[in-house]
């Protein structure tokens, strides 16, 4: 009992903190499911559920980097590039259920664009106040840019064969489009040389090159360690609350975005993409404010290679068993142009190993850029 007093302040001094604040959002979670159980306005239940999805992730995160740091380098390594970007992963699983391709697709370039442009961008600005400039590991940071670039080319490969062979590029109102076995199985083929190329990856960073992309961590910030049975009680705990505010925010995503006047595809590409993994996007923002910019640099670029080379191949995958029907590599002329400027000027930027609040400026002001292309879509 004499324990309880200052657990208390511990705990309010946690939700207050810059890793705890997602933890505040954890009553939208019920309110997400009582609004959508009353049946009451589709905005209402879409944006709480976004809400919701944020607390849940970073305990599916948090969860994570415990069970990993508890697992040894190798199975830890490999839990966090498994588990990093679970979140989208199941909302977009929910979404091609629901047979709303355009929606996965438009998620999964706006991951990609948004860990690039705005997460980079975001660090580097905030990063840089007050500082002539900061520096990263250029090797490393090379190194996992020219692996998205090379898996970007590659899943841009099916949609130039249909824009050549077949009826075209899809437009940005579409909700899914049927091509034919062609384009289906192409698909697929290039689905398993992006995982074939991301066991690669692991092998290549865990093992062979482990010192390169895993340097000696810094001091726990976080606290008491938590045991192998608490970090897996409330992973499985964490996934299944994500499950549920996927199935919610899914269900809501057409009604929603025909009654605030955008299309599901900048939905997908801006509002999905963004609150599926923002607890980590704010973690990379805030390390980067620590002058660690080597973890920055790593959340941003690393997590935008886990979905052209994991999360993508996966759901091609799976929707030849889950869903109406296969969903081919397609994307739209937008998506293209878009994931395609946003690497080459990862590339560019990384290239130097430094990086100045500018630099971050500059990032942000393409992403606005691009975002406000994909809302008059």
């Not at 207050?16 to 954890?26: A, D, E, K």
């Not at 809400?51 to 697992?71: D, F, H, K, Q």
Request: glycine share 10%; proline share 5%; net charge negative.
């Amino acid at each position: 009992m004499s324990i309880e007093p200052t657990q208390r302040p511990d705990a309010r001094r946690f939700l207050l903190s810059s890793h705890g604040w997602p933890y505040l959002l954890v009553p939208f979670i019920p309110l997400a499911v009582a609004l959508d159980v009353a049946h009451v306005s589709p905005v209402l239940i879409f944006f709480t559920a976004a809400l919701g999805v944020i607390p849940t992730a970073a305990l599916m995160g948090r969860a994570t980097e415990e069970l990993a740091a508890r697992s040894g380098p190798g199975i830890g390594g490999l839990l966090n590039v498994t588990f990093g970007n679970a979140p989208e992963l199941i909302i977009a699983l929910f979404a091609l259920g629901s047979g709303l391709h355009e929606v996965v697709k438009a998620s999964l370039i706006g991951s990609v664009i948004g860990n690039v442009l705005l997460v980079m961008g975001a660090s580097m600005f905030v990063g840089g106040l007050g500082r002539e400039r900061q520096y990263f590991n250029r090797v490393s940071a090379v190194t996992q840019s020219s692996t998205l670039l090379l898996a970007v080319a590659a899943m841009a490969m099916p949609a130039i064969f249909e824009l050549v062979e077949g009826k075209g590029l899809p437009s940005p109102g579409s909700e899914r489009v049927s091509y034919g076995s062609t384009v289906e199985h192409l698909s697929l083929a290039v689905a398993v040389v992006l995982i074939l190329s991301y066991v690669a990856g692991l092998i290549f960073s865990l093992r062979t090159h482990r010192d390169l992309f895993n340097p000696p961590s810094e001091e726990d910030e976080h606290g008491e360690p938590w045991s192998v049975r608490r970090s897996v009680a409330l992973l499985a705990l964490a996934g299944v609350a994500v499950a549920v505010m996927s199935e919610i925010l899914v269900g809501s995503i057409s009604e929603a975005a025909s009654s605030i006047g955008l299309t599901e595809f900048f939905v997908g590409a801006i509002v999905v993409a963004i609150v599926g993994n923002a607890a980590e996007h704010w973690v990379a923002v805030l390390v980067a404010r620590k002058n660690k910019m080597d973890l920055a640099v790593n959340i941003s670029i690393g997590s935008s290679a886990q979905i052209a080379l994991f999360v993508a191949p996966v759901l091609v995958l799976c929707s030849f068993f889950i869903g109406p029907g296969p969903m081919p590599l397609v994307f739209n002329g937008f998506e293209l142009g878009g994931i395609f400027l946003a690497v080459l000027i990862a590339t560019h930027v990384t290239d130097e190993g430094e990086s100045t609040w500018f630099e971050g400026v500059q990032l942000l002001a393409v992403y606005a850029v691009l975002a406000l292309a994909f809302a008059f879509a």
